[in-house]
Antibody, heavy 116, light 107 residues
Framework: QIQLVQSGPEVKKPGESVKISCKAS????????MQWLKQAQGKSLKWMGWINTNTGKTTYAADFTGRFVFSLETSASTAYLQITNLKNEDMATYFCASGRDWFAYWGQGTLVTVSS | DIQMTQSPHSLSASLGETVSIECLAS??????LAWYQQKPGKSPQLLIY???SLQDGVPSRFSGSGSGTQYSLKISNMQPEDEGVYYC?????????FGAGTKLELK
């Protein structure tokens, strides 16, 4: 069965960086793009962008340019989200998800806590 | 960006009751509308896609309808496991956008 397994919770200080992984299994990794979404505590979901797992081309939503980087380790069927220069407003749960127009498969989420 | 307005913000239903949640898009989205259920501490689960198609494994008491800018999710015969937050999402234009969510509780 299709599974997306994300790395564990992170606690970081403002200004630090974090890298979250999303390991896919149960399907051919390069045949479905990987989406990234953010959910602050008690809030709705916000789409951050996606990475084409076949070509590596990235697309970022307007609010997620500059400090956010999507990358791949195709040999390990793993996608990554790196956030640099963390700010308080980056504190949230981050999800990877598979799908194009909608998202049928989701990782379990990675909570990023930003605290001095 | 396309704005998705969900209503109500919250509701409570009795066991066996039928409930409806509405979603209004700021422009036509040609049925590119999905519904998700999210339980506390869990990732969202896709229930309905393309406005009315039931995702595999989702109980048939969930149904979706609508067209143009107005869409709805109906849950028939409310069960305890249906408690959670429900989100609509448009997949018609980038960026995909979500409604604010509707919290459904068992009365």
């Amino acid at each position: 069965q299709i599974q997306l397994v994300q790395s564990g919770p992170e606690v970081k200080k403002p200004g630090e960086s974090v890298k979250i992984s999303c390991k896919a299994s149960g399907y051919t990794f390069t045949q479905a793009g990987m989406q990234w979404l953010k959910q602050a505590q008690g809030k709705s979901l916000k789409w951050m962008g996606w990475i084409n797992t076949n070509t590596g081309k990235t697309t970022y939503a307007a609010d997620f340019t500059g400090r956010f980087v999507f990358s791949l380790e195709t040999s390990a069927s793993t996608a990554y989200l790196q956030i640099t220069n963390l700010k308080n407003e980056d504190m949230a749960t981050y999800f990877c998800a598979s799908g194009r127009d909608w998202f049928a498969y989701w990782g379990q989420g990675t909570l990023v806590t930003v605290s001095s | 960006d396309i704005q998705m307005t969900q209503s109500p913000h919250s509701l409570s239903a009795s066991l066996g009751e039928t409930v409806s949640i509405e979603c209004l898009a700021s422009e036509g989205i040609s049925n590119y509308l999905a519904w998700y259920q999210q339980k506390p501490g869990k990732s969202p689960q896709l229930l309905i896609y393309y406005a009315s198609s039931l995702q595999d494994g989702v109980p048939s008491r969930f149904s979706g309808s609508g067209s143009g800018t107005q869409y709805s999710l109906k849950i028939s015969n409310m069960q305890p496991e249906d408690e959670g937050v429900y989100y609509c999402q448009q997949g018609y234009k980038y960026p995909p956008t979500f409604g604010a969510g509707t919290k459904l509780e068992l009365k």
